[in-house]
């Protein structure tokens, strides 16, 4: 079998963020990027079918800047077997629609038996490029997929979506397929210390996106703000035990406590 | 260009229009240019004959009820081939669907179709002279993002939720809303209304008000909706039928007091901490984000959000929670939020009436011994 796993680069959440003087990109302070985590879910879900099925090719593929190449390195180490890096330069982060384009435009008639997504990017939170993709390659397609299992013939997928509610959906389609995968499916692995050292010097395969066929822009970012805090938040100030004191003060006079 | 607005609906369990389709015919109003734009409402499925003629009774909207065996239940496949053709034709400006599971499963791949532009889970917008800028989250909620569409028609995914509360949009036009409207932290559902124009300023974020009466709608008898029907759909994906939600024990439902962990308690022997917390209230419970049940830290039982449990105690104390609109869905309803974070940009400090930028490893235990002093100083007072 051959599984495509697409991978988003993101900055850290956690790192400060800086709107940048266009006011349509931003920057992370130390450049802070790593693995859109619900991308980690899918790495770890192609790896679990490849030990369930020998002679399984995993391939990540990521579409972004030079930078990007640091999570292709990061899906090598935990033991995909080959990476695509489809080049694309600028610092300004590409809508879905562009990046299904792109990776459509790559994948078709490489003869994936199965490609997987994460849910939704920690970044643009879009939910898009999977469905997207699906579409353009006229694959069946589920999203937010919590659970799945190919019988051993390895011509149907039986899917679990998550609805609201705690409440699922099984539906069973043919290969190949596209899934969106949510976050829980499983628990992603760490790097084994050999995958790490051949990640360190094996080959990605780099596709500059001007040599793909143009991609469609049906949208455009106008602007990106920080939202105002809410003015009702009160900032506890001090050290960290006056913090401790006033807030269960605020417990007491609440009477909460 | 059409000036027609779509809304594709859905039916709730009991045969009944869906709640979020009818906070999305408000939204799809307020998306006019004017109040003589017409609404066409779709809405695809089998036996839906009693929803399409009680959607048909709200004013100034045209229903469409589609039909089909295949429709039967939902199906990303299904759907995008019934309405596919129906909305090539008609060239519409917006089509207008829920960010909920199914709606997130079709839309993108409908707008894919269509050649139209997609632009998902939307929280706000404002009218600009060239028509709406919508806002959403991005980056865990710490920024918004501005974006408008650039095709002849696009798909636009409106979170549940978004326009049922006046302090829910954000945008820097949220000062001129809310000095222009009243906010209500009303959780009941919004009802479509008659859009007011002319009341909005001209770039003010719109957030609607609600009005119970018009669930009724026009009682001087109900204009009847168009129904159609398919033929049956081929499809690849084969539907097997819903699971239902793991039984659980509803603890978090009656505590009165929350003590909710996320990723930033860094590991699962830390929630002994957050426990002891909650030990010191009376009627409390351990919640925590997704990403910690994922984590296996505490059990899924523990969720809250969009995918967990929806509570509203009196006090929830948020322990290292970025604030994810989907973690915020299930719990912005309570009384007094306090949120312990490292990042002072974290998205959870906006819904939060108290705010502590703190280590929470270190900081807990200051925490619970500061409680227990006032806690020990009452019984004292009390003797
Ligand atoms: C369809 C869908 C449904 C979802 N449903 C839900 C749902 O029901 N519930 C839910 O919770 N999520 C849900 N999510 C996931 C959601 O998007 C977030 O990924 C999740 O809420 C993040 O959990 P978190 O805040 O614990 O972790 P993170 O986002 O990683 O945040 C960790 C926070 O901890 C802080 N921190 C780190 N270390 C420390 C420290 N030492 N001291 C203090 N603070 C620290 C960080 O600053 C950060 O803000 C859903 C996602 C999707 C796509
Ligand atoms: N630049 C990208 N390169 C590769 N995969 C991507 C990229 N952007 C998004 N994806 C995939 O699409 C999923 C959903 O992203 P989004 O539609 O941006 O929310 C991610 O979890 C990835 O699997």
């Not at chain 1, 495509?4 to 302070?29: H, M, N, Y």
């Not at chain 1, 790495?43 to 190449?69: H, K, M, N, W």
């Not at chain 1, 401790?244 to 909460?256: P, V, W």
């Not at chain 2, 179709?113 to 709406?132: K, S």
Request: proline share 7%; charged share 25%.
């Amino acid at each position: 079998m051959k599984i495509l796993v697409c991978i988003k680069q993101v900055p850290d959440a956690e790192a400060p963020i800086r709107i940048g003087a266009d006011g349509r990109s931003f920057a992370v302070t130390g450049g802070a990027w790593r693995m859109n985590r619900f991308d980690e879910f899918a790495v770890e879900e192609a790896l679990q079918i490849r030990e369930a099925f020998p002679g399984t090719v995993v391939e990540a593929l990521s579409v972004g800047p030079a930078r990007a190449a640091a999570v292709l390195r990061r899906a090598l180490s935990l033991g995909a077997d080959e990476a695509i890096h489809i080049l694309r330069e600028g610092e300004e982060e590409p809508l879905p629609g562009e990046v299904a384009a792109l990776i459509a435009a790559y994948v078709r008639d490489r003869g994936y038996d199965l490609i997987l997504a994460g849910v939704m990017a920690e970044d643009d939170m879009q939910a898009q490029t999977g469905p997207m993709l699906a579409e353009r390659l006229g694959l069946p397609c589920a999203t937010a997929v919590v659970a799945e299992t190919i019988p051993p013939n390895g011509m149907t997928i039986r899917v679990e979506r998550e609805l609201e509610g705690g409440l699922r959906e099984a539906l069973e389609m043919p290969l190949p397929a596209l899934l969106s995968l949510q976050s829980g499916i499983n628990r992603p692995r760490y790097p084994a210390l050999s995958h790490v050292l051949r990640a360190r010097t094996q080959p990605m395969m780099t596709v500059r996106a001007g040599d793909l066929p143009a991609p469609p822009r049906r949208e455009r970012v106008v602007l990106l703000f920080l939202p105002a805090p809410a003015a009702k938040t009160l900032f506890l100030t001090g050290t960290p035990a006056e913090k401790a004191e006033r807030l269960a003060e605020l417990f007491r006079e609440k009477a909460l406590l | 260009m059409n000036a027609e607005i779509v809304v594709i609906a859905e039916v709730a369990a009991e045969g009944q229009p869906a709640p979020v389709s009818l906070e999305l015919i408000a939204f799809a109003k307020s998306l006019r240019r004017n109040a003589a734009e017409p609404i066409r409402v779709f809405l695809p499925g089998r036996g839906i004959g009693a929803a399409a003629a009680e959607l048909a009774r709200l004013p100034g909207v045209a229903v469409t009820g589609i039909e089909g065996e295949s429709l039967a239940s939902y199906s990303a496949e299904a759907w995008k081939e019934a309405l596919a053709p129906l909305l090539a034709a008609r060239k519409t400006r917006f089509i207008c669907v829920s960010h909920n599971a199914n709606g997130a499963d079709f839309a993108p791949g409908l707008a894919v179709r269509l050649g139209a532009a997609c632009i998902t889970a939307v929280e706000a917008f404002r009218i600009e002279a060239e028509g709406p800028i919508f806002s959403l989250s991005i980056l865990k909620g710490k920024l918004q993002m501005e974006i408008v569409p650039e095709a002849e028609t696009a798909v636009v995914t409106l979170l549940p939720g978004a326009f049922r509360r006046g302090d829910a949009p954000s945008s820097p036009m949220d000062k001129a809303r809310k000095d222009g409207t009243n906010t209500t932290q009303n959780e009941t559902v919004l009802l479509p209304e008659e859009f007011r124009r002319k009341e909005i300023p001209p770039t003010g974020v719109t957030t609607l008000k609600e009005k119970k009466s018009e669930v009724q709608g026009d009682r001087a008898g109900p204009p009847a909706a168009e129904m159609i029907s398919v033929p049956d759909i081929p499809l690849k994906t084969r539907p097997l039928g819903l699971l239902p939600a793991p039984d659980e024990a509803a603890d978090l439902a009656a505590a009165e007091v929350i003590v909710s962990a996320g990723r930033g308690i860094g590991g699962e022997e830390n929630i002994e901490l957050l426990r002891r917390l909650a030990f010191l209230f009376s009627r409390a419970a351990i919640g925590a984000s997704r990403a910690v049940c994922d984590a296996g830290w505490l059990p899924c039982r523990y969720q809250i959000g969009q995918t967990g449990k929806t509570v509203s105690p009196r006090l929830y104390i948020a322990c290292g929670i970025s604030g994810a609109l989907q973690h915020l869905a299930g719990m912005r309803g309570s009384q007094y939020i306090v949120a312990v974070n490292r990042d002072p940009q974290a998205a959870i400090f906006r819904v939060a009436d108290v705010a502590v930028v703190e280590e929470l490893v270190s900081f807990l235990p200051l925490l619970i011994a500061a409680c227990r002093k006032h806690r020990e100083g009452a019984a004292e007072a009390g003797r």
